[in-house]
């Protein structure tokens, strides 16, 4: 079992900038792949950015690329999330999940980021 806690969330004018973390504990030799998802209200949950455990792939939803940034210390268990240049669009709950070899996914509790000035 993998558990995950997010910090780092909060209030920013738009154009500011937010780092997320995740820091997950448990059976974190078993994650493969992790990323973050964001939920705004009214909306279906979507990915925002995914990175892969071993290789360090990469991969981001279109409406972020080229201002956010995904990275990983695996050696801390962390995640971190980078959002530069934010816009009120941006403003939901972010979650962070870890995906297992074995297909289990685990999510964290989430963290809101609200972009309004």
């Known amino acids: 079992q993998v558990q995950l806690v997010e910090s780092g969330g909060g209030l920013v004018q738009p154009g500011g900038s937010l780092r997320l973390s995740c820091t997950a504990s448990?059976?974190?030799?078993?994650?493969?792949?992790m990323g973050w998802y964001r939920q705004a209200p009214g909306k279906e949950r979507e990915v925002v950015a995914g990175?892969?455990?071993?290789?360090?792939?990469?991969n981001y939803v279109d409406s972020v690329k080229g201002r956010f940034t995904i990275s990983r210390d695996n050696a801390k268990n962390l995640m971190y999330l980078q959002m530069n240049s934010l816009k009120p669009e941006d403003t939901a709950v972010y979650y962070c999940?870890?995906?297992?070899?074995?297909?289990?996914?685990?999510w964290g509790q989430g963290t809101q980021v609200t972009v309004s000035s």
């Open positions: 999940t870890a995906a297992t070899m074995s297909g289990r996914r685990s």
């Open positions: 448990g059976s974190t030799f078993s994650i493969n792949a």
């Open positions: 990175i892969t455990v071993g290789g360090n792939r990469t």
